[in-house]
C-alpha cells in the first residue's frame, strides 16, 4: 500500500536567466584546452589523409567487386 501522509517535496522549477547562462557558458570555454596552430593544422592532415585512403580503398574494394561481378554474371 502507499503511504499518503509522507511528505513530498515540492519540485521547484528553476528558471532560465540568460546572463546565468552566458556566465556559466564562458566560464566552461575558459576550461577548454585548445589546441595551438601546429597541432590543428597537423590533426587536421591526418583527417583528410585517413578520409581519402577509406574512400580509395572503398573504392578499390567496390571495383573489385564490379569486376568478379561481370566475370560471374557476364
Known amino acids: 500500500m502507499a503511504k499518503k501522509d509522507e511528505a513530498t517535496i515540492p519540485e ?3 528558471s532560465f536567466n540568460p546572463n546565468t547562462f552566458v ?4 566560464e566552461e570555454l575558459d ?4 589546441p595551438s596552430r601546429q597541432q590543428l593544422i597537423s590533426e587536421s592532415i591526418a583527417v583528410i589523409l585517413m578520409v581519402t585512403l577509406s574512400a580509395t580503398l572503398i573504392y578499390l574494394v ?4 564490379r569486376w568478379a561481378q561481370v566475370k560471374v554474371f557476364g
Open 12 to 14: 521547484q522549477k528553476a
Open 23 to 26: 556566465q556559466e557558458t564562458r
Open 31 to 34: 576550461k577548454v584546452v585548445w
Open 62 to 65: 567496390d571495383q573489385l567487386f
